[in-house]
């Protein structure tokens, strides 16, 4: 049933009802266009921190292994009646987990568009913007090499409005292949906010880090 409150949209051609305690897809299309572009039919896709279950229902049309979870209860439940509403149930399984704690399996393709505030969450539905002192954030690259297959890929997107020096801090730390995907410009008032979308992959000891360093510091 879809309630006075929740928010019915469509969104780069998919059916999206969201509740109000669920995160919806966001007007600025940055992570989910990469998600269109590099996922491919035979990927092992998991799309962390699913929300409306966006991210998964845009990989849904190339990919029919895919697993979408958060840690927002009433977001599984959004994201699989959105699955459901756009077809292609039979190609996510849903999950509740906190980061990878459910999860057991290696994936090609690892989606995730994370909080980007530092401050405590006051509610399950603030988990979508906040993070208390990064702890997603740290513990999502602490552990996210475990969950990758060879040649895996993660795609994130991060922006302006976050603490971008901490961001570039954890993939400094993380070793990887940084390669911006998509780059967007926002004014909100009188701030020029800046969004990217990256897709991340394991570093190999012979590879240059040249590319990294440029990334790193713009
Ligand atoms: C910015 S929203 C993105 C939602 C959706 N992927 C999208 O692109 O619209 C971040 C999502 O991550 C989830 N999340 C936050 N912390 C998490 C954690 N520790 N484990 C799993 N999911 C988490 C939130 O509940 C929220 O649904």
């Known amino acids: 049933m879809v ?9 780069l051609g998919r059916k999206f009802v969201v509740p109000k305690e669920v995160h919806p897809p966001v007007t600025i299309t940055l992570l989910q266009r990469s998600v269109l572009k590099e996922v491919k039919n035979s990927d092992r896709v ?22 979408a979870l958060d840690v927002n209860p009433f977001a599984v439940r959004c994201a699989r009646k959105n699955a459901k509403l756009n ?5 996510i399984k849903f999950l509740e987990s906190d980061l990878f704690k459910n999860v057991d399996d290696k994936f090609d393709l690892i989606v995730f568009d994370p909080p980007f505030r530092w401050f405590k969450p ?47 801090y954890v993939l400094k730390k993380g070793k990887f292949t940084v390669k911006v995907l998509n780059k967007r ?12 979308s990256y897709k991340l992959t394991l570093r190999s000891a012979e590879k240059p880090r040249t590319e990294l360093r440029k990334i790193l510091s713009c």
Do not use: P, W
């Open 185 to 196: 410009e926002l004014i909100r008032g009188k701030r020029k906010l800046l969004y990217y």
């Open 46 to 67: 998991l799309d962390m921190g699913t929300g409306s279950g966006v991210n998964a229902i845009l990989a849904a049309s190339k990919s029919s292994n895919i697993i």
């Open 122 to 168: 006051r509610d399950v539905r603030e988990r979508a913007t906040a993070d208390e002192n990064f702890r997603t954030m740290r513990k999502f690259f602490k552990q996210v090499k475990k969950y990758l297959a060879e040649d895996g890929r993660v795609l994130i997107c991060y922006g302006t409005i976050g603490d971008m020096n901490h961001f570039k």
């Open 3 to 11: 309630k006075r409150e929740d928010v019915n949209t469509t969104y």
């Open 87 to 91: 077809g292609v149930s039979s190609r």
